[in-house]
């Protein structure tokens, strides 16, 4: 059954006449999490998870004409059923599911099965078709548990403490700095840029609690923030305000990590393997769990994570975007600029 078109816009359903995380303004666009790459300004009208609603308001603007649904709550669409499911990417992140006349599709947007004790944990859905990411769709990708990377990060920041040292993480705003505060909260005062902190405000608006931060003031005294842990949005790399920072310790957080020469790319004193992607047995374990006769693979690795699919028996297709990283860069420059 044709129930999805891919189209310069993005994917379109055909009965429902909406389209999932569209590249360009459309009538109705049904989002599957707050990231720039998925979530684009200029749509008349979205659709997303209960607490994605803030954070889209937050980035897209308060004015928009927004609807949300609970995880497993069912909305019909011209005869489409659409209901929103875990993707354990960032808070607010789901896979989208359109049941047909009794066919199935789920757009999983991006996701990873970990559970980070932030985000909602990935659900797997049984469905006759699959969209996977495949930001790391290569067997060099392998995370390590939640408990091995807090003691990766807060043992960094005990031996950096000892040095006389201020310890400062790389993350995006949205997803990254919020797992950051998670594996790091309970060691000391956390300071995060406006940003971040904007951000926590529209998530805590949603009803959920992360752990405690405070602002980084343009004002701050050195003295207050000296070898304590502050967060700052990768745009910063190199800044004014870096430099400010009294002996800052400097270390990125991203799967990216995986590979040292990104490491020693970035300039950075540690990189530590923090992703909110699947890697690659997740992704497989993702796909198998879903039974799906057919998968459509994008972002990252298509070629590579498709032809191993097609080797195991499960037929896959590369399926190209228009966006990516790179449009979560330019945002974050954007809100460090008006923050």
């Given at each position: 059954m044709k129930l999805l078109k891919f189209t310069k816009k993005g994917i379109y359903c055909i009965p429902g006449k909406f389209y999932l995380d569209p590249w360009y303004p459309v009538d109705y666009a049904i989002i599957s999490h707050g990231h720039a790459d998925h979530a684009r300004w200029g749509n008349k009208h979205y659709l997303c998870h209960n607490d994605s609603k803030a954070i889209l308001q937050h980035r897209i603007g308060v004015g928009i004409s927004i609807e949300s649904l609970a995880y497993n709550q069912t909305k019909m669409i011209n005869?489409?059923?659409?209901?929103?499911?875990?993707?354990?990417?960032?808070?607010?992140?789901?896979?989208?599911?359109?049941?047909?006349?009794?066919y199935v599709v789920v757009f999983s947007g991006d996701y990873k099965i970990q559970p980070d004790g932030v985000s909602t944990s990935f659900?797997?859905?049984?469905?006759?078709?699959?969209?996977?990411?495949?930001?790391?769709?290569?067997?060099?990708?392998?995370?390590?548990?939640?408990?091995?990377?807090?003691?990766?990060?807060?043992?960094?920041?005990?031996?950096?403490?000892?040095?006389n040292r201020t310890s400062v993480f790389f993350g995006y705003s949205l997803g990254k700095a919020q797992r950051i505060l998670k594996l790091v909260e309970n060691v000391d005062a956390i300071y995060v840029h406006a940003a971040i902190h904007n951000l926590n405000n529209a998530i805590s608006n949603s009803g959920i609690t992360l752990p405690k931060s405070q602002l980084l003031t343009s004002d701050f005294k050195k003295s207050a923030i000296q070898n304590k842990i502050i967060?700052?949005?990768?745009?910063?790399?190199?800044?004014?305000?870096?430099?400010?920072?009294?002996?800052?310790?400097?270390?990125?957080?991203?799967?990216?990590?995986?590979?040292?020469?990104?490491?020693?790319?970035?300039?950075?004193?540690?990189?530590?393997?923090?992703?909110?992607?699947?890697?690659?047995?997740?992704?497989?374990?993702?796909?198998?769990?879903?039974?799906?006769?057919?998968v459509y693979v994008t972002h990252g690795s298509q070629a590579v994570f498709s032809k191993y699919l097609n080797d195991i028996g499960i037929k896959a297709h590369e399926l190209k975007t228009e966006f990516g990283e790179d449009t979560l860069e330019a945002v974050e420059q954007e809100k460090i600029e008006k923050a």
């Open positions: 005869g489409v059923k659409v209901s929103f499911h875990p993707a354990g990417h960032i808070i607010g992140s789901a896979q989208i599911r359109l049941e047909y006349k009794g659900e797997p859905i049984k469905c006759h078709e699959f969209i996977t990411e495949s930001t790391f769709g290569l067997p060099i990708y392998k995370w390590k548990t939640e408990q091995e990377l807090q003691n990766e990060l807060q043992d960094w920041i005990y031996q950096n403490q000892q040095n967060i700052l949005p990768p745009a910063l790399l190199g800044s004014r305000l870096l430099k400010r920072i009294p002996n800052a310790a400097t270390a990125i957080c991203s799967g990216w990590m995986q590979i040292r020469g990104n490491r020693r790319w970035k300039g950075v004193d540690a990189g530590f393997v923090v992703s909110d992607h699947a890697d690659w047995d997740g992704l497989l374990t993702a796909v198998k769990a879903t039974e799906a006769e057919k």
